[in-house]
């Protein structure tokens, strides 16, 4: 899973605002964070909290939008979609 600094000119500019819309809370954050784990496919909330932490603080309202997040991917990253 990738760690992403939002400075890093090299970042996916795509996932650098993904991660700005969560660390930044409000409407939209948890929509935000289960694109964030679809893409980095974590094994655990922790490493998911981890690599957002990287991206900057985690306030407990980001806490909140990661687990809400954590808790609809674990249950559907394993689906197939067809």
Not at 39 to 44: C, G
Request: aromatic share 8%.
């Amino acid at each position: 899973m990738p760690t992403v600094d939002v400075a890093d000119p090299s970042a996916s500019l795509y996932e650098a605002r993904l991660g700005r819309a969560v660390l930044r809370g409000g409407p939209g954050a948890s929509v935000s964070a289960l694109r964030l784990l679809e893409l980095w496919e974590p094994r655990s909330l922790c490493t998911a909290l981890s690599a957002l932490a990287a991206m900057g603080q985690i306030s407990p309202a980001t806490f909140d939008s990661v687990a809400e997040a954590w808790e609809m991917y674990r249950h559907t990253r394993d689906l197939a979609w067809d």
